[in-house]
């Protein structure tokens, strides 16, 4: 038994050279490999982490704005729609 199954994880993959039944999660990879990944060298898997954890959680999904929710951020766009 792998440890996804002991976690009750469901794997979901997309369909061979079809980006649009994942688009969403394509669009996110895509802008972190451009804005930030391509520009930087890592030295460690640990830096690498520490890195793209910080991206994500304190740029990425407060202070970007995303054009589908409106040109708030994630967060904004979650306090808007459950206030």
């Known amino acids: 038994m792998t440890a996804?199954?002991?976690?009750?994880f469901i794997q979901s993959m997309s369909r061979k050279g079809n980006c649009y039944?994942?688009?969403l999660m394509e669009s996110f990879f895509k802008t972190l490999k451009v804005e930030e990944v391509?520009?930087?060298?890592?030295n460690t898997?640990?830096?690498?982490?520490?890195?793209?954890?910080?991206y994500i959680?304190?740029?990425?999904?407060?202070?970007?704005?995303h054009s589908a929710?409106?040109?708030?951020s994630p967060v904004e766009f979650r306090?808007?729609?459950?206030?």
Do not use: V
């Open 21 to 23: 039944d994942n688009a």
């Open 45 to 54: 898997i640990q830096e690498a982490q520490y890195f793209l954890f910080d």
């Open 79 to 83: 306090e808007r729609i459950t206030a």
């Open 4 to 8: 996804r199954s002991k976690k009750s």
């Open 69 to 72: 929710l409106g040109y708030l």
């Open 57 to 65: 959680e304190r740029y990425y999904n407060r202070k970007r704005r």
């Open 38 to 42: 391509y520009k930087r060298k890592f």
